[in-house]
């Protein structure tokens, strides 16, 4: 499955954005997907995912009530909605899929076998 990842921009701390991850190749509604985040010098940092049986979602704890991720099964795409955004949100943001992970292995990105090119989101203060 190859992944396509949008959406990320410029945007004012307080404000919006809706991250795109379109596949292609398979359905991606068989797969579980999720997305991660790096910042220069970090590791990749699970922000949140959906798993691909129950359709049940999972978040990293700073952007629960701010971040949802949803799945649109008509168009074979992954959303993360981010609203309310910081400026230590400010990362590159990919998306990724996997088909075999298990539960306790969501938040690990070595769990996932596609992955998408990335998309900067940046948070001015």
């Known amino acids: 499955v190859q992944l396509q990842a949008s959406g990320g921009g410029l945007v004012q701390a307080g404000g919006s954005l809706r991250l795109f991850c379109v596949a292609s190749?398979?359905?991606?509604?068989?797969?579980?997907t999720a997305w991660f985040r790096r910042v220069p010098g970090k590791e990749r940092e699970f922000v949140a995912a959906?798993?691909?049986?129950?359709?049940?979602?999972y978040y990293l704890d700073s952007v629960k009530g701010r971040f949802t991720i949803s799945r649109d099964n008509a168009k074979n795409t992954v959303l993360l909605q981010m609203n309310s955004l910081k400026p230590e949100d400010t990362a590159v943001y990919y998306c990724?899929?996997?088909?075999?992970?298990?539960?306790?292995?969501?938040?690990?990105?070595?769990?996932?076998?596609?992955w998408g090119q990335g998309t900067q989101v940046t948070v001015s203060s």
């Open positions: 190749g398979r359905t991606l509604s068989t797969y579980t």
């Open positions: 959906m798993f691909r049986s129950s359709g049940s979602t």
């Open positions: 990724a899929a996997g088909q075999r992970l298990i539960l306790s292995s969501i938040r690990e990105p070595r769990a996932y076998d596609y």
